[in-house]
């Protein structure tokens, strides 16, 4: 019978729409819409079915599914057929990303363009490219306060600059990545201004309210996201005389996904961007979609729904696209955002590991991989058609948000080794060349975020100003270590512009009125491109750290065993300072990798009679794939030099 519902409201809605849809070729539209339409009047249904509009509104969705999908180009509609027969397509290991700010990786769109070969040197072949919509100056938030998500921001170019970057990259196989800030807009936007003169169906896209009285309620449960910064999570709007929810920055107004209004418009501008050619659309702060008194408002099921209903209606009108889920959440709330109660992904099919990259930088810290390897054992099995994507760095802060029973088990106290992280990051420890910044300081907990460079937290910055050789042959060591296991986990690997050449510290946003009081962009750099012409020169710090990672690219590409099936089998060792992991291919048993990392500063070994599929007795001889050299071994224990890493295969 609920079925028949959705059919019924389906062939009403289709007998209403717009006279001039019928002079388009919407076959293909039609087919999904009808293989979607179930799922999407369920979710559509579960979250606005008791309103009195709901009839109207389902109306509208399919109507914008439907403009939106006239407005698809005839060449990324072939696209959608490709990926739609090859639907496992980004689960291959040929796919290598670079994460960049427009403006400081080449000035502009067109700067982008003329770069281009810099990243098929690299081996780049994923290019995400940070908010470049139109955001007030001083009040932008690093591009994720937005006031107007269909313009980009003039000084980074047009829509026709992004449509031939797009183009560009698509001659050369190259995927896109655009962001879409999907929980609030900037106070400058068109909505809010309409808001704040008095328009009521504008103030119903936001939360806001006229006493403290439920802001308070709410503020019982809810945690600050920036409470060094923006303390608590509303803001008095003297023009409106309202209260207005701002979790992230008082110029950051929330957007009520209760109102399925908000939910369409944000839903075209989604679609409006893959037609400009975004393979891939990261959505922002998605674990902060809906709002619950007497809760954290993080991570709610409706915030799932939402997503689902997102995923469905995307696979409508450009099946294509994928979606990252930008949710730095534990473990076993992030892989829900692959979807729940499914085998496969129907909300986003990417997410941030944002455990394994902390797990990294403790095992850089501790010189042992105990967390790490605990803290692997904790993460969650993502599902069959999801994917991971590991990094390293990025252009936000570093967070510590491991398990504290993860901690206990790895032998240390939660508070004092977090403590001990952070000064360890921040050089206040003794042993430590970091050279990393504080971020988000809440003095209520004493915790506290990291910001830095990859450079420069691994100890380059210090080593280049002192000029120690040895120093300086550690981090980069330690850089090259940490980009052969993104490489090697299993998922889509994404580079940090700038990383690839060792880029320290920026610290000339202290001069900057705008963004002295964001340390995260320390790690924001403008590339200096002299430098990194150096990197065609032998001997110097870039040459020796871009071509190694030059290298670990192609040769990642070669070994099917990195696609992403979930083939992937912890090893425990005896050694702490390993970490060991294996890669297999699921229909060629014998295609194996054994990934096996050393954290330490001192040689280590590896017993392979504890590994015995990995004894030299069975089998031929073992070979490191990056090298093609045999490691060095005695008898039956392979020596890994500090800071080292194999991707050893059997000859």
């Known amino acids: ?174 995927l896109l990545v655009m962001d879409v800030v999907l929980n609030h807009t900037s106070d400058q936007h068109e909505w809010a201004q309409k808001a704040r003169d008095g328009y009521s169906p504008y103030r119903d896209y936001y939360y806001t309210f006229e006493n403290r009285h439920v802001p308070d309620m709410f503020e019982q449960s809810m945690p600050e996201v920036f409470p060094e910064t923006a303390p608590g999570n509303f803001t008095w709007n003297e023009e409106m005389q309202r209260w207005v929810m701002t979790v992230f920055n008082e110029y950051q107004w929330d957007l009520n996904y209760s109102n399925p209004t908000v939910f369409i418009e944000m839903l075209d501008i989604i679609l409006f961007w893959a037609n400009q050619g975004a393979d891939i659309v990261r959505l922002d702060a998605v674990a902060f979609l809906w709002k619950k008194i007497g809760s954290t408002c993080q991570n709610e099921r409706e915030a799932h729904l939402i997503l689902q209903l997102m995923k469905d209606c995307c696979q409508v009108t450009a099946p294509g696209v994928l979606f990252i889920a930008e949710a730095i959440v534990a473990p076993v709330e992030v892989t829900k955002y692959f979807g729940e109660d499914a085998v496969i992904a129907k909300e986003c099919e990417i997410a941030y590991n944002a455990t394994f990259m902390a797990l990294l930088w403790d095992a850089v810290a501790t010189k042992n991989a105990r967390l790490l390897n605990q803290g692997i054992k904790s993460l969650p099995v993502k599902l069959e058609r999801a994917t991971w994507l590991n990094y390293i760095r990025c252009h936000d802060d570093i967070g510590l948000g491991f398990d504290d029973k993860d901690i206990e088990l790895a032998g240390y106290e939660p508070r004092d080794h977090r403590r001990f992280l952070i000064d360890y990051f921040t050089g206040k420890f003794a042993d430590s060349h970091a050279r990393g910044v504080p971020f988000g300081q809440n003095d209520k907990t004493g915790d506290a975020r990291i910001s830095g460079s990859l450079a420069s937290l691994v100890g380059l910055q210090h080593a280049i100003d002192i000029g120690d050789e040895k120093a300086i042959d550690d981090a980069v060591r330690i850089i090259v270590l940490l980009h052969s296991l993104i490489l090697s986990f299993g998922g889509l690997p994404l580079l940090y512009y700038g990383d690839e050449i060792g880029t320290t510290n920026d610290e000339s946003y202290r001069n900057d009125p705008v963004k002295m009081d964001d340390s995260r962009w320390v ?129």
């Open 523 to 651: 790690h924001r750099p403008f590339i200096d491109w002299q430098k990194a012409e150096k990197r065609n020169v032998p001997g110097t710090i870039e040459y020796l750290i871009f071509n190694q990672l030059k290298t670990l690219i192609a040769v990642h590409k070669e070994l099917d065993a990195f696609a992403d099936f979930n083939n992937r089998d912890l090893v425990d060792v005896d050694n702490p300072h390993l970490f060991v992991f294996e890669r297999y291919h699921l229909q060629k048993p014998a295609d194996r990798v054994l990934v096996v990392a050393n954290f330490d500063r001192k040689s280590q070994r590896l017993d392979l009679d504890q590994l015995p599929r990995w004894s030299q007795s069975h089998h031929g001889y073992l070979v490191d794939a990056i090298t093609g050299q045999s490691p060095e071994k005695f008898g039956n224990t392979v020596v890994v030099p500090r800071f080292g890493c194999y991707w050893l295969t059997e000859k």
């Open 1 to 174: 019978m609920y079925e028949q519902q959705s059919h019924s409201l389906l062939n009403a809605i289709l007998n209403q729409i717009e006279p001039e849809f019928a002079k388009h070729d919407l076959r293909y539209f039609y087919t999904r819409l009808g293989a979607n339409f179930y799922a999407i009047h369920s979710l559509f249904e579960r979250l606005y079915g008791k309103r009195p509009d709901f009839a109207e509104q389902a109306q509208r969705l399919v109507e914008t599914l439907a403009r939106q999908y006239i407005d698809r180009s005839d060449v990324l509609r072939a696209k959608d057929m490709e990926r739609e027969q090859d639907y496992n397509w980004f689960l291959s290991q040929k796919w290598v990303g670079m994460a960049l700010y427009c403006n400081g990786f080449a000035k502009n769109l067109q700067g982008m363009r003329e770069h281009l070969h810099y990243f098929q040197d690299l081996g780049i072949n994923l290019v995400h490219v940070m908010p470049i919509m139109k955001c007030p100056e001083g009040k932008s938030d690093g591009g994720y306060a937005v006031s107007n998500f269909r313009e980009i921001d003039p000084r980074a170019g047009d829509l026709n600059d992004l449509r031939a970057l797009a183009d560009d990259l698509r001659q050369r196989d190259m």
